[in-house]
């Protein structure tokens, strides 16, 4: 029994316990029922909040790039996720250029199964959008991998073609799968990034300059465009630029299935990072790049309005030496990423802190909206009888720093660092399990297990 804290869902914030028989939660309620309950152990949660686990929906463990991988495995990203109140992450499993979704797919599988700290699912990302591969999205949404990422970026590599794009669209309008799109004009961006490099210009910050606002935005609305003649919902990733979010704002103000996110570093760091001397700038290079405050308010705005409805990390974590530093003389040769599945409750509880959301509304967008918008709601992302009992019990006013020091990511910088926050999860269950504990971890690899994912939940 957890007792004495308050409780906070998307829709509701009541004094509550809550009652964990086994992996699930078998009652909710107000103090005076809950004293005929009998339970073995109690969690005393006076003075916390009693949330849902965090549900990160964009995550690269182990993800190449560039010729590198990420520097978390599953095992210690899930780890991370798990110290910063995340009980669930999903994951993106690429399918190989030339070959099957389904290699892709059991590539990654074999990387998470038996290591993780947290449940997880998988996105595929559709990285050779022929024949074959749409005809193998309808197995694969039976599996329970229900979304599918294609990029307008990376020609070469990730790249889809906007013929590509809606076949695989139209598919998805068949199957109920979520088509999710890296919104940026690459091929336009590949032209721009030569001509920064022969004119010399091989810093961190050209990245962000030659990632023109304008090419996401085009991107965005032709994404939108291409969702509507296929008659399939999209969902844009890592939202960055008032353009962009304008495209999205309109696509849904016209009653189009278009959602989106945004990540922590585009609503607290600006492109002024990418200036750091010493190359520092290539700690904060990801793309979509950061951008200028101006973009930082509309997103902020956008997450009050729902245009925006979910926040996620995009963790893609690469150590600033000997990874970030394949770019140095070469911004374009910069891993792309930015590591955060540890500190995404915390920034967005600076949010409530600052009157920017509500309580229900952090919880909203870092559990409730992603679990629902990914298939996974009500086992995840919320606090109700029969739901898992993945909890965190968190302290809204403890204060902390966040470091590379003290943070359990497998990186060696932290974006954030020297930032002071107020909140941090005490208490962390997957399943019942207590997997944090008041600073010690009590998790072990391999609790994790893989969760297949029923189709997007504000369709229905
Ligand atoms: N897009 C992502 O979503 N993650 C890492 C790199 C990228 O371009
Ligand atoms: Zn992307
Ligand atoms: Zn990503």
Same mark, same amino acid.
């Given at each position: 029994m957890i007792r004495g804290g308050l409780v906070i869902t998307a829709g509701e914030e009541i004094r509550a316990d809550v009652l964990v028989d086994g992996e699930h939660i078998a009652a909710v309620g107000a103090p005076g029922t809950a004293e005929h309950w009998h339970a073995d152990e109690v969690i005393d949660a006076t003075g916390h909040y009693v949330i849902p686990g965090g549900v990160d929906a964009h995550t690269h463990m182990e993800m190449p790039f560039g010729g590198t991988h990420a520097s978390d495995t599953f095992e210690t990203g899930t780890r991370a996720a798990a110290w910063g109140g995340t009980t669930t992450i999903i994951d993106f499993a690429i399918q190989p250029r030339g070959g099957a979704l389904r290699e892709g797919l059991d590539a990654w599988h074999a990387k998470a199964d038996g290591v993780c700290a947290i449940d997880y699912g998988f996105h595929m990302i559709?990285?050779? !959008?022929?024949e074959q591969a749409v005809a193998e999205l309808d197995a694969l949404v039976d599996e329970g991998v229900t979304s599918f990422k294609m990029f307008m970026a990376y020609p070469g590599v990730f790249y889809s073609d906007d013929g590509q794009i809606l076949r695989v669209m139209q598919r998805a309008a068949g199957n109920g799968a979520l088509a999710m799109m890296h919104a940026e004009n690459g091929i336009a961006i590949d032209v721009l990034v030569q001509q920064a490099l022969a004119a010399g210009?091989? &810093?961190?910050?050209y990245h962000g300059e030659v990632r023109q606002s304008l090419l996401e935005a085009e991107a965005t609305h032709r994404a939108i465009q291409l969702s509507r003649v296929a008659g399939a919902p999209l969902y844009v990733v890592h939202v960055a630029a008032t353009e962009a979010v304008a495209q999205i704002q309109q696509a849904r103000d016209d009653g189009l299935a278009v959602f989106a996110e945004t990540c922590p570093q585009y609503l607290f760091l600006t492109a002024d990072s990418l200036a750091e001397p010493d190359f520092g700038g290539a700690k904060y290079v990801c793309s979509t790049p950061l951008r200028s405050a101006d973009h930082q308010a509309s997103l902020w705005k956008a997450l009050r309005t729902d245009d925006l409805s979910v926040v996620s990390t995009d963790h893609c974590p690469f150590c600033f030496k000997g990874q970030k530093e394949?770019? !140095?003389?070469?911004?374009?040769?910069i891993p792309n990423g930015i590591p955060g599945v540890e500190n995404r409750l915390d920034l967005l509880h600076q949010a409530v802190l600052d009157g920017r959301i509500s309580r229900r509304r952090w919880v909203e967008l870092a559990s409730t909206a992603p679990a629902r918008m990914f298939g996974l709601h009500p086992r995840k992302g919320t606090i109700a009888?029969?739901?898992? !009992? &993945?909890?965190v019990i968190y302290d809204p006013s403890a204060r902390h720093v966040l470091s590379a020091e003290t943070h359990h990511m497998n990186v060696d910088y932290n974006a954030y660092e020297g930032r002071a926050v107020t909140g941090r999860a005490r208490t962390v269950l997957s399943r019942g399990e207590v997997l944090v504990d008041g600073g010690q971890y009590r998790g072990r690899a391999g609790h994790g297990r893989f969760v297949p994912r029923g189709t997007c939940q504000y369709l229905d």
């Open positions: 559709v990285s050779d !959008a022929g210009k091989t &810093d961190p910050r394949l770019g !140095a003389d070469d911004f374009s040769k009888p029969g739901a898992d !009992a &993945d909890l």
